[in-house]
């Protein structure tokens, strides 16, 4: 028979054993953890965090050093050793108010950069062990919203060649321009597209569409700007400006006058002529009744009656 007592010490030194091992072994790495993602994306011109937490097995661990790097790089973005940080512009913890106490190390980018695409090494040493990791951030540019011109730009006549711009900044990489017309027809194929890249690993768009004979029935055309993807980042919608119809009427006016200042002359002369005739016909009149006055005749009366209340 087996005494219980003796079976409990065995499994006790067992356990004892077993126990030292582990931490004569792994002193460093089993009490610790340090658990990140391994991809985390950030957008161009915003905040990026790469989150990491330490993971302690036991209660009350406190932090001596932690330190983030680019994987491959000298230097530290931001380093914390024994109650001192040594941060780099751009580079802080992610907590506000982080302390020793805090296992929440994650690092924040202030103001993302393309640049700052690619892989990271946060190490982290506690009073119970250290482990590291290498989590790595994607940084993506959108495009912004194009901005559309035209050559000529405006009091354009009907039948003239049009070059619209479709212009627009800000992908990460080359994207496309799409254009389409007010009946939502494809117009791509006849526009050119000049993508540059600009500083910061940027790009800039630049695509032409020019309507040949535009007229004003189709005036109102769409260009959108895509990512490398397909996907729609951008859109604007652009009228040619014709000259207007109120332009127009202004001109019939312009006419009208230039009529009445032919008209005008013609007017007074021909009243004038009138005036001058009727004034003629008068005195006519007078000098043949000075000629007969006895004869007094009714209808003679009538007649210069007649004529005075025409010339009047
Ligand atoms: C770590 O801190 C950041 C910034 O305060 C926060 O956004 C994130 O959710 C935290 N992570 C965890 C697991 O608490
Ligand atoms: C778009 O780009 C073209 C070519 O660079 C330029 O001529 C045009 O003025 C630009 N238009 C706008 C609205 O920025
Ligand atoms: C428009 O035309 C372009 C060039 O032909 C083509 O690549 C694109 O898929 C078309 N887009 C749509 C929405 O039809
Ligand atoms: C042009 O057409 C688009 C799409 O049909 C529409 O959303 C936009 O308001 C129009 N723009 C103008 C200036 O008429």
């Given at each position: 028979m087996?005494n219980?007592?003796?079976?409990?010490?065995?499994?006790l030194?067992?356990?004892?054993?077993?126990?030292a091992c582990?931490?004569a072994?792994n002193?460093s790495e089993?009490?610790?953890k340090?658990?990140c993602k391994?991809?985390y994306h950030?957008v161009?011109g915003?905040q990026?965090?790469?989150?990491?937490?330490v993971?302690?097995v036991?209660e009350d661990?406190t932090i001596?050093?932690?330190t983030w790097?680019?994987?491959?790089?000298?230097?530290?973005?931001l380093?914390?050793?024994k109650?001192k940080m040594i941060p780099t512009?751009?580079f802080k913890?992610a907590e506000?108010?982080w302390?020793?106490?805090?296992m929440?190390?994650?690092?924040?980018l202030?103001?993302?950069?393309m640049?700052?695409n690619g892989e990271?090494?946060c190490?982290?040493?506690?009073d119970v062990?250290t482990?590291?990791?290498?989590p790595s951030?994607?940084?993506t540019?959108?495009?912004?919203?194009?901005?559309m011109?035209?050559?000529?730009?405006t009091n354009?006549q009907?039948?003239?060649?049009?070059?619209i711009?479709?212009n627009?900044?800000?992908?990460?990489?080359k994207?496309l321009?799409?254009?389409?017309?007010?009946?939502?027809t494809?117009?791509t194929?006849s526009?050119?597209l000049?993508?540059?890249?600009?500083d910061d690993?940027?790009?800039?768009?630049a695509?032409?569409?020019?309507?040949?004979k535009a007229t004003?029935?189709?005036?109102?055309?769409?260009?959108k700007?895509l990512?490398?993807?397909?996907a729609?980042?951008?859109?604007?919608s652009?009228e040619?400006?014709?000259v207007?119809?109120?332009l127009?009427?202004?001109?019939?006016?312009?006419?009208?006058v230039?009529?009445?200042k032919?008209?005008?002359p013609v007017?007074?002369i021909g009243?004038?002529?009138?005036?001058l005739?009727?004034?003629l016909l008068?005195f006519k009149?007078?000098?043949?009744?000075?000629?007969?006055?006895?004869d007094t005749?009714?209808?003679?009366?009538v007649e210069a009656k007649?004529?005075?209340?025409?010339?009047?």
């Amino acid at each position: 028979m087996r005494n219980p007592k003796m079976t409990s010490a065995t499994s006790l030194l067992f356990f004892a054993i077993h126990f030292a091992c582990i931490r004569a072994e792994n002193s460093s790495e089993k009490f610790v953890k340090l658990e990140c993602k391994t991809e985390y994306h950030g957008v161009y011109g915003q905040q990026s965090i790469v989150e990491c937490i330490v993971k302690p097995v036991v209660e009350d661990v406190t932090i001596i050093t932690v330190t983030w790097k680019r994987v491959g790089a000298a230097a530290n973005l931001l380093e914390y050793h024994k109650d001192k940080m040594i941060p780099t512009p751009g580079f802080k913890f992610a907590e506000p108010s982080w302390n020793k106490k805090n296992m929440n190390v994650s690092l924040l980018l202030t103001n993302t950069k393309m640049a700052d695409n690619g892989e990271y090494e946060c190490e982290v040493e506690t009073d119970v062990g250290t482990d590291k990791a290498t989590p790595s951030l994607s940084v993506t540019a959108k495009y912004k919203t194009p901005t559309m011109s035209s050559i000529p730009d405006t009091n354009i006549q009907e039948n003239t060649d049009v070059t619209i711009f479709c212009n627009s900044t800000g992908g990460h990489q080359k994207g496309l321009i799409w254009w389409f017309d007010e009946f939502g027809t494809n117009c791509t194929e006849s526009a050119e597209l000049v993508a540059k890249e600009t500083d910061d690993g940027l790009f800039s768009l630049a695509s032409n569409f020019t309507v040949l004979k535009a007229t004003s029935s189709y005036t109102n055309y769409t260009c959108k700007v895509l990512n490398v993807n397909g996907a729609l980042e951008g859109k604007a919608s652009f009228e040619i400006q014709f000259v207007s119809r109120n332009l127009g009427s202004k001109a019939d006016n312009l006419d009208s006058v230039s009529n009445t200042k032919w008209l005008a002359p013609v007017v007074v002369i021909g009243s004038l002529i009138i005036g001058l005739l009727a004034a003629l016909l008068f005195f006519k009149k007078r000098s043949a009744q000075r000629g007969h006055q006895t004869d007094t005749r009714h209808d003679d009366d009538v007649e210069a009656k007649g004529l005075n209340s025409d010339s009047s």
